[in-house]
């Protein structure tokens, strides 16, 4: 319901790979985009997928994540046909034949590369970029712990597939966007960064809010 930017690139991604294999699938996002993705699109000049604000009686294949309290309005009375992820396995149910296809990686997007990469899918050079954000974003520049040699090989290979070597470059105009929370609401910045999940019965929420600057903490944590 809150797609990052690893979401929405490797929707696009698994989009092109399965029409790429002879099966219409077309990305989608349950609302509109974080300013780090907003930033991703229109540095890399992409147009931003369309709104599917109800997914009842859509054929449904999911990108990183996996839980039904997370998944699109309507998705309870949709048919989910597969599912790409990184995370630990969720509740998304079916009765219906599904492909799942989930790896630990530090982003979904380099998962979504190596399907490429095995289906022998060329990538043409705007999608390797969307795919390259998506690891940024989710790795923290190649710098998080949960970096791993798919995450590696993915990114040097979308490096030269997309052209972009300042990798650095677009990072920090990510990182800056993400951080500046430029007019958003206190509401629109408390879930920015939010999940829905339920264990034994019970319903929560988490909401991340990451401040840059010591010198913003106090008016951030007023707010």
């Not at 109800?54 to 597969?82: C, E, M, P």
């Not at 030269?160 to 993400?178: A, H, Q, R, W, Y």
Request: net charge negative; proline share 4%; charged share 20%.
């Amino acid at each position: 319901k809150t797609p990052d930017s690893d979401t929405v690139c490797s929707a696009i991604g698994m989009a092109y790979l399965l029409n790429s294999l002879g099966i219409s699938a077309e990305a989608r996002v349950p609302g509109g985009l974080n300013l780090e993705s907003q930033f991703v699109f229109s540095e890399l000049k992409y147009p931003v997928p369309e709104i599917l604000e109800d997914a009842t009686d859509k054929q449904l294949w999911l990108v990183d994540h996996f839980a039904s309290t997370q998944t699109v309005n309507g998705a309870d009375n949709a048919r989910i046909v597969g599912i790409t992820d990184h995370h630990g396995i969720g509740d998304a149910e079916t009765s219906e034949p599904i492909c799942v296809l989930s790896c630990p990686a530090g982003s979904t997007c380099a998962v979504v590369y190596k399907l490429c990469e095995i289906c022998g899918a060329e990538l043409p050079q705007d999608t390797a970029a969307l795919l390259l954000a998506g690891i940024l974003s989710d790795t923290s520049n190649m710098k998080s712990k949960n970096v791993t040699r798919l995450d590696e090989s993915a990114f040097e290979k979308l490096k030269v597939l997309s052209g972009i070597s300042d990798t650095d470059g677009l990072f920090n105009g990510m990182l800056e966007s993400k951080l500046s929370f430029k007019g958003m609401s206190n509401e629109g910045i408390f879930y920015s960064d939010y999940k829905d999940y339920e264990h034994n019965g019970i319903k929560y929420g988490i909401g991340c809010i990451k401040v840059a600057r010591p010198d913003l903490i106090p008016d951030m944590a007023e707010r």
